[in-house]
């Protein structure tokens, strides 16, 4: 695609659920992140990928959060026993990898946790 | 903790005018510094990085960077109401796959 696709992009949910959050990254992009922005916040990183395997997942704010990119391609943010706290905008990003601050975003999901 | 400052704003200045954007940061060994524009409800995108001290231009945008003041800022010359947009800076170390982000400051551009 032309760009970082990401759904859904707007999700509404019960406290306790369980959610996940798609991204397909721009073709040929090697990395792909995970931010989340809350309201009135710049965007806060979560977790990176290089190929496959997660770089560093120690960012994730707790052991409720998960992702996962099996292909090296999509990678799904997956959010267990969801809480109110976790509304917020998740935004994927992907970049070549070698300039890893040029990130390309994609539009966003907002979760809503009720 | 590595901190990134903005003053939120709002930053009013008249269309035609020059918008100063500043931004300090906490982690000396930063290296690499960029700013992304975000329209309200939009994503962030990439508009200027810099890795250098001193300026580099881009069109109507000239990031500039001190590191050993650690501050860097976005000038906008010209300044359109289609510039009217949150500005985010973003900061990386060496290698560092992690951008910390400031809160932005949201410009306002008056016709």
């Known amino acids: 695609g032309a760009g970082v696709s990401q759904t859904p992009s707007n999700k509404v949910t019960e406290k306790g659920k369980y959610v996940e959050l798609r991204c397909d990254p721009i073709?040929?992009?090697?990395?792909l992140y995970w931010y989340r922005q809350s309201l009135g916040q710049g965007p806060e990183f979560l977790i990176y990928?290089?190929?496959?395997?997660?770089?560093?997942d120690s960012w994730l704010p707790n052991d409720r959060f998960f992702a996962v990119r099996p292909e090296g391609s999509v990678s799904t943010l997956k959010i267990q026993r969801t809480e109110r706290g976790d509304s917020a905008v998740y935004l994927c990003?992907?970049?070549?990898?070698?300039?890893?601050?040029?990130?390309?975003f994609g539009e966003g999901s907002r979760l809503t946790v009720l | 903790q590595k901190e990134v400052e903005q003053n939120s704003g709002p930053l009013s200045v008249p269309e035609g005018a020059i918008a100063s954007l500043n931004c300090t940061y906490s982690d000396r060994v930063s290296q690499s510094f960029f700013w992304y524009r975000q329209y309200s409800g939009k994503s962030p995108e990439l508009i200027m990085s810099i890795y250098s001290n001193g300026d580099k231009e881009d069109g109507r945008f000239t990031a500039q960077l001190n590191k050993a003041s650690q501050y860097v800022s976005l000038l906008i010359r010209d300044s359109q109401p289609s510039d009217s947009a949150t500005y985010l800076c973003?900061?990386?170390?060496?290698?560092?796959?992690?951008?910390?982000f400031g809160k932005g400051t949201k410009l306002s551009v008056i016709p």
């Open positions: 073709s040929g992009h090697t990395a």
């Open positions: 990003a992907s970049s070549l990898g070698t300039n890893t601050g040029e990130l390309f």
């Open positions: 973003a900061v990386s170390g060496a290698g560092s796959y992690q951008l910390t």
């Open positions: 990928f290089q190929g496959t395997g997660a770089a560093d």
